[in-house]
């Protein structure tokens, strides 16, 4: 892949992301703080975006969402390399519940 194509395909991923989030925070703003990591104050600016504002936005070379997940802990958890045997679905509810900890902390 090219610097063009990588470029491209940034600004693809950051208007998916702004219309994923504005969709998300107009749905269930309390999930979409939740599930987006954003503040409130955030949530309302992505919230009241015109299109055009969308847009121009999205067109610039920086990815503007960013891996919320630090904690080798929960990626392991995600990636079932935390605990051999326990469950898929045991190991993702315990990194939910890890990540709905740090949300609580931002």
């Known amino acids: ?3 063009d194509q990588m470029l491209a ?8 992301y702004l219309m ?6 107009r749905a269930d703003r309390e999930q979409a703080l ?4 954003v503040s409130d104050e955030t949530a309302t600016l992505i919230a009241t975006l015109s299109p055009a504002q969308i847009m121009k936005i ?3 070379n920086t990815l503007l969402c960013a891996f919320r997940m630090s904690d ?9 390399h935390a605990k051999p045997g326990a469950s898929d679905s045991v190991n993702r509810l ?3 519940i890890l990540m ?3 949300h609580e902390h931002a």
Request: proline residues 0%; without cysteine; glycine residues 10%.
């Open 9 to 16: 395909e940034i600004r693809e991923a950051n208007l998916s």
């Open 100 to 102: 709905a900890g740090k």
């Open 20 to 25: 994923l989030a504005q969709s998300l925070i």
């Open 72 to 80: 080798d802990l929960v990626w392991g958890l995600l990636t079932s």
């Open 1 to 3: 892949m090219n610097a």
């Open 34 to 37: 939740y599930r987006l990591g």
């Open 58 to 60: 999205a067109s610039g």
């Open 94 to 96: 315990h990194a939910s």
